[in-house]
């Protein structure tokens, strides 16, 4: 299995526990499988879609990625269709719109990088803003272990 391969299958893992927790609070969550770039679920009852993204390096670099464009075209934070992103950083989840992601982005200036990450072919644009920046802007953080005892004993 390439690492590509098990960055995929720990995502999928990721986005059950999502799916899970989410059920776990009354919601409909609907998995949008295949590679519909939109978003990842949806929540049928809330009519919200969510983007799960995975960024472990974060937990040790104290940086989370925004990707805006690879391949020439507007992709990321810049192509999303989804009403919420969720980053995943290891150990915890950091809920967040993607027009509060923008608004941090005018407001902050981060830098802009251009590089290409492990398992492509092309590079890509991105934005690299500390965690604890974005956090300042979300909705939302929970812990790993909060997911998980949500959807274990059904409160938060």
Do not use: C
Not at 22 to 32: D, E, N, R, V, W
Not at 46 to 71: C, F, P, R
Not at 118 to 123: V, W
Request: glycine letters at 8%.
């Amino acid at each position: 299995m390439t690492e590509f391969d098990t960055s995929l299958d720990i995502g999928k893992q990721r986005e059950n526990q999502l799916i899970a927790f989410f059920q776990s609070l009354g919601h409909k969550p609907i998995a949008i499988p295949g590679k519909f770039t939109g978003f990842d679920f949806f929540l049928a009852n809330t009519k919200e879609g969510y983007e799960v993204k995975q960024d472990w390096k974060a937990h040790y670099s104290g940086n989370l990625v925004v990707e805006i464009e690879m391949y020439g075209k507007p992709s990321g934070l810049m192509g999303t269709t989804a009403d919420w992103w969720i980053f995943d950083t290891k150990t915890e989840f950091i809920f967040i719109t993607p027009r509060r992601l923008k608004d941090l982005i005018v407001e902050k200036n981060p830098p802009l990088r251009i590089f290409t990450g492990k398992g492509d072919t092309q590079p890509k644009k991105a934005y690299l803003i500390p965690v604890e920046t974005i956090k300042k802007y979300a909705s939302r953080t929970l812990t790993r272990d909060q997911i998980l005892q949500t959807t274990t004993h059904k409160h938060i």
